[in-house]
């Protein structure tokens, strides 16, 4: 274990709250001993117990940015209508994570984490603690949508309305090549030791390199080409972003995190639960839906999010404008909030 | 100096010749001694020395691809018609290279070249061995495409057309970026030693991550959703593509010759004549020019080409289709090579 200040309440995370949902067993046969999430709620669970959303979380996010970006009574998600759970990630640093799992299943012995196990612990969260057996709706971005599209096939029944954000159902064939290059750009430092550093900032010329490959697929070709990280981040050139916004948002977290939400992020694909197809995996889909995609979004194309939309029985596709792309997710733009909250009030009055 | 067969006529690049320009005084302010350009010709000059066609080379490449796809009688490059000149770029490994220049300038220590380098000893080669005033047609790919438009800017008489395929005339920040991720990924190898090493293929971790990162965005991400590496190249899945065609692609090449033509591919800019403005040099070129890009090039996507060609006073707009990408240029389909030939018998008839 490494204390890690970055993934505390105190010093960024603000408030959260944690729960033992005991040992579970993985996809990939080992059993995570102690399992903890991470979670934040706002607002209150009606009598009916049918007004609970469940927010997931992308890679190297935390509930801390969902909650600062997506929830509050000027948005969709609104706390004063809605009883709103946003459950970290496992491996994300907050939940059970490498860095704070106790031996023997510390740093690069922690198990590998698939998204289907991350969402049988969500649910067993939301109905074993809140006794929730009704979501009026689930939404997330990117490893969020992953997450989404996890919950919609696997309970159908449980889930009234879906809104994956930036994110196919499965991972696409580029997004499994660009997912190698961050974990070599990272394993390749030999300061990494085969994830057993004694700190994490000792990593950090292998973080700089995983971080500014993020950088080239993360945003889209017009933020550079017009310079949108001075008008929209405030940086005063190309290696400014690069130093003060990219490295320096990766620096504080977990090597060993960022690799098992990569390895993660990498194999996401709704047609485990339907024997590798994914056009039965997507019918199956009984949530009303509607698939967001990003206009500029480099990871998840516009056109690949569509595909799958076209698959869902009951579903819509909107495309949100923002020349951010993937990380327009950020809300560095008010624009791209107020189109997500358009799309998510339609949704939940539907 | 490293003997690498792979850069020899007899091993790999068919056919070529050697020309000695002497000392090239560079801008970055280095003078390379005896300097050498490898080049190859087809057709015959003409009495009036005006059949002349340059065609100018990519990074990774040789004259022997430009050789093998884009010359014949069935081509626009026509050398019944054309005296056709292909100049290997200096660092390419042919040409002046960091892997076959002696001492004091070998290796590591192989002075940093620029595009407007390499131009200047082509206008040397052509103007002194060949006696050539006049270039017809000045074409190439990607940083072929540099250079022609370095050409078009620098000798603005002396060629009558450009044809830049798959380059914008200024790197974009976006490039800057995804050139540096190259670097970083061969660089951080250990067994690189700051340019020193033995062996080439000591260096293999190292440029296996960086033929990665260029897989990434050189082919396009309908190329990897539509599996076209089994259709196109007829690898068996996505692992034996990286392996047996990407990485095996680079692993016979200098690493230092591909890390200083990327320091180069990094740095083009033809605002680097007209002190820094681009419109003023755009608006300069006196050839007719035609601008060719590729649909799903993510390198240089058809939007930013465009916008060059805009600014070029007789010039014109040429979208050629290839769900390859960038590595269209390759000619691994024969729709692109007619799209590109039509596009360039167009052009000389002008």
Request: proline share 5%.
């Amino acid at each position: 274990m490494i204390k890690n200040p970055f993934y505390t309440s105190e010093h960024f995370q603000g408030k959260y709250e944690s729960y033992e949902i005991g040992s579970l067993e993985l996809e990939e046969g080992e059993t995570l001993r102690g399992c903890k999430l991470a979670y934040r709620t706002f607002g209150h669970l009606n009598a009916a117990k049918d007004n609970a959303i469940l927010v997931t979380t992308w890679f190297s996010g935390t509930g801390k940015i969902m909650e600062d970006v997506y929830v509050g009574p000027e948005h969709a998600l609104d706390p004063n209508k809605y009883f709103i759970v946003i459950v970290d990630q496992i491996g994300c640093g907050t939940s059970s994570s490498p860095q704070n799992t106790p031996a023997p299943q510390s740093m690069a012995k922690f198990p590998k984490i698939r998204i289907g196990d991350d969402v049988r612990a969500q649910h067993k969260l939301l109905t074993e603690k809140f006794g929730i057996t009704q979501l009026a709706l689930v939404t997330g971005g990117s490893m969020g949508a992953q997450q989404t599209y996890e919950w919609v096939v696997r309970y159908p029944d449980m889930v009234k309305r879906a809104a994956p954000i930036a994110s196919t159902a499965r991972i696409s064939r580029h997004q499994i090549i660009f997912t190698e290059t961050l974990q070599e750009a990272l394993m390749s430092d030999p300061a990494w030791k085969d994830g057993w550093y004694e700190d994490g900032m000792h990593v950090r010329r292998g973080m700089d390199r995983m971080a500014k490959i993020v950088a080239l697929q993360g945003w889209s070709q017009e933020f550079y080409q017009e310079e949108r990280f001075r008008t929209i981040l405030g940086m005063s050139s190309l290696t400014d972003f690069m130093n003060s916004f990219m490295k320096a948002y990766f620096e504080p977290m977990d090597p060993n995190a960022l690799l098992y939400e990569v390895w993660k992020w990498q194999r996401a694909d709704i047609s485990r639960n339907t024997g590798g197809n994914l056009e039965t995996a997507l019918k199956s889909i009984k949530a009303k839906t509607f698939v967001l995609a990003i206009s500029h979004d480099m990871f998840f194309p516009p056109h690949e999010c569509e595909a799958d939309q076209k698959l869902i029985p009951d579903s819509q596709f909107r495309l949100i404008e923002s020349k951010e792309g993937h990380f327009a997710l950020n809300g560095f733009e008010p624009k791209y909030m107020e189109q997500v909250d358009a799309c998510l009030r339609e949704l939940l009055s539907m």
